[in-house]
């Protein structure tokens, strides 16, 4: 192996481990922003998406399958504040911004998910 | 020598790709939505899955009739009903369970349990009088097991599979997968009830929040974790909670905890016990943890009530 040849793959192999630390960087940077995103979905079709990260306080109103779900976002969470269903358990759930913890509106067929980072799998 | 480093670097990226691959599905039944997520497998599984949800949903339903023969028809006669063996099975395993710890789970408590609900939307404590008549209709109800999957309902008791149909659904996903040879899996059922495969990572184990517990969680894999808990369908009149979680004893909605976890290798026994731990001691619950070798942990104004000695509980 001449010098030329070892020079060359000397660049190869620090270009490859370049590459490596700016993904892995990347990578951890993006999971640091936390840009937490809800969707809402009606009988499992996205009807809204929202960035919860804005932290913006924003009314939603949203058409279920047995009525009208008022929805609202503040400081980064959000929740349904006002519902037409029988145990208001939707309701009663308060303001979310944990991932993992969906909003779920049984009766009106509402599902609200929360995505971005998160330490946990799933929450109970 | 360039081409064996360029084939490594391709072959880790491949790799990488790989471990990332998901199947996810959410499907509404019993009164939720199921969230499925398969690390390993494909979308003939999950709808394998969901079918099988939506099934015992329908067979468990006792608030909507409809094309099967359900706890909603069988609610409503007092004649032999042949079911399904699905059904047959599911009903005697809700009326074994109290022979494995969980003696204060009655699935004869429907009609209880619906005018505790309807009295507690109004912010009302349900009538003494009304309380006692469905008690009585408990003690002097009962459900005929016969040969060829017939049943019959002797009583007025109205039967309700709420907190165990879920967990009983989830033991049937688990042989499922099982039979497919799929280890890697999260099945959420509404958070009451999840079943845990292995998480593609080191060690296997799954982080699973707790809502009761501020900013703490817990890890686990290759188990049931059932959860019965006031937070959610609790209702507050004066200083004390009346839960949706009735003793069939006396008929009281309070319960002695706001949450228990039992982490379990039985869905259904799992989702019992924890529904029936709410009344039960400490002392009570650590005889059943060493009887039915299940984990237990109960929350109690944000913090640990009690734990079993091999949970550990971890901070964010």
Known sequence: ?124 | MKKKILSLFVISLVSCSQASKVIESKVFCFDTYISTSLYEGNKDNILELEKSFTYYSKISDNYNDNDLVNVYKINRSNEEITVSSELYDLLKTSFDVKNHGAKYFNPLCGSLANKWKESLKSKHILDENIKNEEILKINSSSLDFKENNIIQRNGEAEIDLGGIAKGYALDKAKDYLKSQNIKSYLVNGGSSSLLLGEKKNKDGLFSIGISDLDNKYIKAKNCFVSTSATSLQGVKIGDITYSHIINPFDGSAINLYDAVIVISNNGALGDALSTSMMFSSIDEIKQIEKDEDVKVLVIKDNEIKYKNESIEVFSR
């Open chain 1, 1 to 124: 192996m001449n010098k030329k040849t070892l020079r060359n793959d000397l660049i190869l192999i620090l270009s490859l481990i370049t590459v490596a630390a700016v993904s892995l960087a990347l990578v951890l940077s993006l999971r640091k922003t936390n840009n937490l995103i809800a969707k809402i979905s009606v009988q499992n079709n996205v009807v809204e998406t929202i960035d919860l990260s804005k932290k913006e306080e924003h009314d939603y109103f949203i058409k279920g399958l047995n009525g009208e779900l008022h929805v609202h976002t503040k400081d980064g969470a959000i929740a349904i504040v006002e519902s037409n269903c029988p145990h208001q358990d939707c309701v009663k759930m308060g303001y979310v911004h944990e991932t993992n913890k969906p909003i779920i509106c049984a009766y009106n067929a509402v599902y609200i998910a929360i995505e971005g980072a998160s330490n946990v799998d799933v929450e109970i």
